[in-house]
């Protein structure tokens, strides 16, 4: 695959990550100096501890037992607002980011070429968009936090405990070291089982959706006892996986709980040896130990904060790569207004991949304007990949397609694709009204008169009319709550209102029967007057009246003529006439 993107390495990813905050830049020194005066206090409550205790209860000082209370009062207020001001401040950054990132891919996405969405399932886009950008900004500011304001805090801690005794303080040596090492080997776990348990989340979701969508396949073909013992096996793994999880917490918990009572009665049995005994007031005594186990929280996020990181790198990266991919070369500069309609192919070739086979061998034909070609062929001979070049969906391997004689990779893309009406036999209807179907794309030119006009030339005003709310009636999500043929006229009548010179049919009416083809057929030929028109039918009766019939064998042209010459010749077209006359 000729992707233009490589993996950015970790150190590109923060810098290119770094670009967002940049704008935000106030917001973010703020937040750092909040954290500062948060970790200050931090330490500033372990101090609190030596003069409440040898004031208040040893000296039983007047002055200390009155200014204490105020004490607390006043340094819990000051950590309030600097814990506010860290929070409201990230988190603003944060939704930021959040935003100008989907607005970002979202953008994108419009623009991607066609054969981006082949290679990319919706799901996987989804996620993107929905998980990986949360994922990124949360693990974004966690991780600040934690490495800033944790770190802080555990400086300032030890910086005390130092002051207090540098003798107890060599605690610390041991024990911190080994209860890092616990919550990391703990948080590696961790993200192992988180990942299983994302894949198999990824699972549950993936086979509902599909008994969702698919609810009358299952039914009909009785799945449903083999769709719940799918259901069930995922279900297990992620019953099974969150055990798992949980089970390592709840040790862990423990655990480190352990090595710090393990610290602690190492420090009162040092405490209580004369030579320290004598250093140290009781107040000190306490104040130590508090610090002690306050350093304890915040070592524990900042073991984690490379899991947390980690999880982010991956979800920029997969954002990033979605950014970076090329949008649609729209390099044409040739403006467009209303073309006449001559269409030119000259020795077209094609393929989906340059490492797959070709699809298009060599083609040439010319629509004159007002002309209609008909395609035919047997299903696979590349008639659907044929007219989708025109609207440039895809680059020609070579050759040339030419609208009234200008390349047509020299036009304005927007330009190319306004002379284009496509009506495809899959069609696709937006979750709105049928009016604002009808009109998609032009809402802001259009009349509801017109509206109806064209709704009447397709023939979809005679079911419009029936339904309660009429052109204000919601369709459901891709026209469901409308029949095929009913779906198939509102195309039309988009078509019909677009009013573009050229018009593209690709078995517009091949899931319908006799009797809507019948309305249909009309409609088509109010779309097709004074327009050139490519279409491809499945029934040979209606394309008899086309100017010429061009037939499609492997990616080439066989056969070209009128129907009688073709008839008259007896070959593939004579064939494929005879074949169907004998079905009916
Ligand atoms: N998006 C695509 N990516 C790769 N191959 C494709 C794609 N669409 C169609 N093909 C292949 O191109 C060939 C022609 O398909 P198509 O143009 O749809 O034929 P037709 O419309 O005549 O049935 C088929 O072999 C098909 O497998
Ligand atoms: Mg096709």
Excluded: C
Excluded at 389 to 396: C, S
Aim: hydrophobic letters at 45%; a neutral charge; glycine letters at 6%.
């Amino acid at each position: 695959m000729s992707s233009p993107v490589q993996t950015m390495d970790a150190k590109q990813l923060y810098k290119r990550l770094l670009t967002y905050v940049r704008p935000y830049w106030l917001a973010f020194v703020v937040s750092i100096a909040a954290m500062l005066v948060f970790a200050s206090t931090e330490a500033g409550l372990a101090a609190l501890m030596k003069p409440l205790m040898d004031g208040s209860f040893i000296d039983r000082d007047p002055d200390i037992i009155k200014m204490m209370p105020l004490w607390l009062i006043a340094l819990f207020i000051v950590r309030g607002v600097a814990n506010f001001l860290t929070t409201y401040g990230l988190g603003w950054i944060a939704r930021n980011i959040i935003m100008n990132l989907r607005t970002e891919m979202f953008e994108r996405l419009v623009n991607l070429p066609s054969n981006f969405f082949d290679r990319h399932n919706s799901g996987q886009l989804m996620s993107k968009l929905l998980y990986d950008v949360e994922q990124v900004a949360s693990a974004a500011t966690d991780a600040i936090l934690t490495i800033i304001r944790d770190s802080l805090t555990i400086i300032a801690l030890l910086a005390w405990m130092v002051y207090l005794s540098g003798m107890l303080s060599l605690i610390i040596l041991f024990t911190v070291p080994i209860i890092s090492l616990v919550i990391y080997k703990i948080s590696s776990r961790f993200r192992k089982i988180s990942k299983i348990i994302q894949d198999s989340m990824g699972d549950v979701s993936h086979i509902s959706t599909e008994i969702i969508e698919g609810h009358r396949e299952v039914k009909t073909f009785g799945g449903q006892d083999y769709e719940i013992a799918r259901f069930d096996k995922v279900n297990q793994t992620n019953r099974r996986q969150r055990m798992k999880r949980l089970t390592t917490d709840a040790i862990s918990q423990p655990i480190i709980q352990l090595i710090s009572v393990l610290g602690l009665s190492l420090v009162i049995y040092l405490a209580s040896m004369p030579e320290v005994l004598d250093t140290i007031t009781p107040g000190s005594f306490i104040s130590f130990i508090t610090a002690m186990f306050m350093i304890l929280t915040p070592l524990k996020r900042l073991t984690k904060v490379n899991a947390k990181l980690q999880g982010g790198i991956a979800a920029a990266d997969s954002i990033f790569t979605l950014l970076d991919q090329t949008p649609e070369r729209d390099t044409g500069t040739t403006r467009l207004v209303r073309a006449q309609g001559l269409i030119e192919y000259k020795n077209v070739r094609f393929s989906y991949n340059s490492d797959a086979g070709q699809i298009l061998n060599d083609i040439s034909f010319t629509a004159k304007p007002g002309q209609t070609i008909a395609f035919v062929g047997h299903s696979g001979s590349g008639k659907t990949t044929l007219v989708s070049l025109l609207a440039r969906f895809y680059n020609l391997s070579s050759g040339l397609i030419a609208i009234d004689g200008v390349d047509i990779n020299e036009l304005k893309l927007a330009d190319l694709r306004n002379q284009l009406s496509l009506v495809n036999q899959q069609v696709i209807l937006f979750n709105d009204t049928i009016a604002n179907n009808i009109a998609y794309g032009q809402k802001q030119h259009v009349s509801n008169e017109q509206i109806i006009a064209a709704a009447k030339s397709a023939h979809a005003w005679e079911f419009i009319e029936q339904l309660p709310d009429g052109l204000a009636t919601e369709v459901g999500q891709n026209g469901v709550l409308l029949s095929g043929g009913q779906r198939q006229r509102i195309a039309i009548a988009r078509a019909l209102l677009r009013d573009a010179p050229i018009l593209v049919l690709d078995e517009a009416t091949a899931s319908l029967d006799s009797e809507a083809e019948r309305h249909i057929q009309a409609a088509l030929e109010t779309l097709m007057k004074q327009r050139t028109t490519l279409v491809i039918a499945h029934r040979l009766s209606t394309i008899e009246k086309a100017d010429q019939i061009i037939v499609m064998h492997a990616g080439q042209i066989v056969e070209a003529g009128t129907h009688s010459e073709l008839i008259a010749q007896g070959h593939h077209y004579a064939e494929l006439h005879r074949l169907q006359f004998q079905e009916k």
